[in-house]
């Protein structure tokens, strides 16, 4: 059950352009196979035309902070400078917003779509994903699916979150 991904970057693009400034880049991981992660960066890119995409090496045979120095020298130079970045989940914008603290960046929006406790000690924007609304959705599904299989029919249900500014 997947979230309301436009309605999550229509909550995040003004509050970005407020606070920081409009070059937006979404950061996405390299090397996913799930559909969510390209739907939201279809999303991103119907909201941003203009918008930049860049992915993340992800490497789950070795520590995935082992890339964040080079990702961040690579990325966040004044050259490609980003008033905003929006990251794909909450784990990969916990470990940027790290290496962006170490590298002494300060002046970049960072926004993730997933909220964890060291999101909240980092200062780090989020999408926050109703769990508990997805539980009572499925729930409720799978009673209909119980009560009625014969006519039940499988259907994609979309949940919006809410936004949580830390920064």
């Known amino acids: 059950m997947p979230f309301?991904?436009?309605?999550?970057?229509?909550?995040i693009k003004p509050i970005a352009l407020t606070k920081r400034g409009g070059r937006i880049v979404y950061i996405s991981r390299e090397n996913t196979n799930p559909s969510s992660f390209h739907e939201r960066e279809q999303a991103f890119l119907s909201l941003s035309p203009l918008g930049l995409i860049w992915n993340f090496p992800w490497d789950h045979q070795s520590l995935t902070h082992n890339h964040t120095d080079k990702f961040?020298?690579?990325?966040f130079m004044p050259k490609y400078k980003t008033d905003t970045v929006i990251c794909s989940d909450g784990e990969l914008g916990?470990?940027?917003?790290?290496?962006?603290?170490?590298?002494?960046i300060h002046?970049?929006?960072?926004?993730?779509?997933d909220d964890f406790e060291e999101s909240a000690a980092l200062a780090i924007t989020v999408y926050r994903q109703p769990y508990d609304l997805y539980a009572e959705t499925i729930y409720g599904s799978l009673i209909g699916q119980n009560l009625d299989s014969e006519n039940w029919a499988a259907a994609m249900h979309r949940v919006k979150g809410c936004l949580i500014i830390r920064d």
């Open 4 to 11: 309301e991904v436009v309605s999550c970057y229509s909550t």
């Open 72 to 75: 961040i020298f690579d990325n």
């Open 94 to 104: 916990i470990y940027l917003k790290s290496a962006m603290l170490a590298a002494g």
């Open 107 to 113: 002046d970049v929006l960072l926004v993730s779509l």
